[in-house]
């Protein structure tokens, strides 16, 4: 069991912290706000705890769970703090009237977010196909991963399966770019062919043979 | 039952026509070279025809499966023939060594081929996310669809349908943007995580209820 730091307070942190505590891990949350971020720890109890916005985090792997639009900002204010550590980008980076993605054509908001990280620490992109009241419900799901640290990867890989998700590795962090894609696909059907967002997308592997 | 106009003799034209077929359907398979085309249909069997290349389809929906970078040409070849068409687009644009996708930045190859249409022919963004084995295999699976018009959305999802696939509404044509993320993404869980093409993408609903 590990500790797992979480930057943020939403609904995505609170559904990932649930699953992260329930699997026996320790959560250590951490906000720009720091009275926020304790009503946070004390809602999870568990021995949540909370960190110093902008100093170390405890654990080894640091989620990011912020909207895009604060991403750089959050990272900048950590800086060299971030030095090492395994962060897991959750963002949906989708224009406000989701007519398609807001980073740069031929990149990602994985890719914007890891240009702004301290060398030593490894962005992978992860969670952001999962919708949290579905996350927050519990079940195996499906959980794809992308990034270019192979041994990052393979923690989160780790971490994932240990909250009862089957992680799936689509490729390197340029893939984030499709998995963001895959987020506004989804969040497409939950308004046209699906009519909720009580939705998940699942892989099905040997079909053909 | 209708007529359904294949225009290409690839492993996907080969994989849709099949499974139209055993539907009850009457395929038309069209190709610039005719005797590939009526090879095409005479192994297909059941009564399949071939159509004249460049000329207007028999069927009111008519599959585009063939490469897209072949696309352009080919609907410029046919010109006002494909006038008040459904045209299916199924590519996968894709650049040679995977690194993303080649239309332009904010487009699709759907999109870029809805350029050189005549009026009333309508583009629907469909089958790109399944793999040409799996389609054959038979078996109920989910298939996402993306377009402008309504009408012609419906017709899609009425054949889909016919052929044992759950159509999946997505939205707007400008989500095929996504919809071709997707079926990279899918090559590359393929080629990482799930290490087979035997593979296909199924959604849940109704998880966390």
Chains 1, 2 share one sequence.
Do not use: C, W
């Amino acid at each position: 069991m590990s500790t797992i730091s979480i930057i943020g307070a939403g609904g995505m942190a609170t559904a990932i912290a649930g699953r992260t505590i329930k699997a026996g891990h320790t959560v250590e949350v951490i906000g720009r706000d720091q009275s926020k971020a304790q009503a946070f720890a004390d809602k999870l109890g568990a021995g949540a705890t909370t960190g110093t916005y902008g100093a170390a985090p405890k654990g080894d792997i640091v989620i990011l769970a912020v909207p895009y639009g604060s991403a750089a900002s959050v990272v900048a204010d950590f800086g060299a703090a971030l030095g090492g550590k395994v962060i897991i980008d959750i963002t949906n980076p989708v224009a406000p009237d989701l007519s398609g993605l807001v980073p740069p054509s031929g990149s990602s908001g994985a890719q914007e977010t890891a240009r702004g990280l301290p060398a030593g620490a490894h962005v992978v992109k992860a969670f952001n196909t999962l919708f949290g009241p579905v996350l927050a419900k519990g079940g195996r799901l499906d959980a794809f991963i992308a990034g270019d640290d192979g041994e990052a990867k393979a923690r989160v890989a780790t971490f994932l399966g240990s909250l009862g998700l089957r992680p799936l590795d689509i490729g390197a962090l340029h893939m984030a770019q499709t998995l963001e894609s895959l987020g506004l696909l989804m969040i497409g059907l939950a308004k046209n062919g699906a009519g909720t967002f009580d939705i998940a997308m699942h892989v099905d592997i040997g079909l053909a043979r």
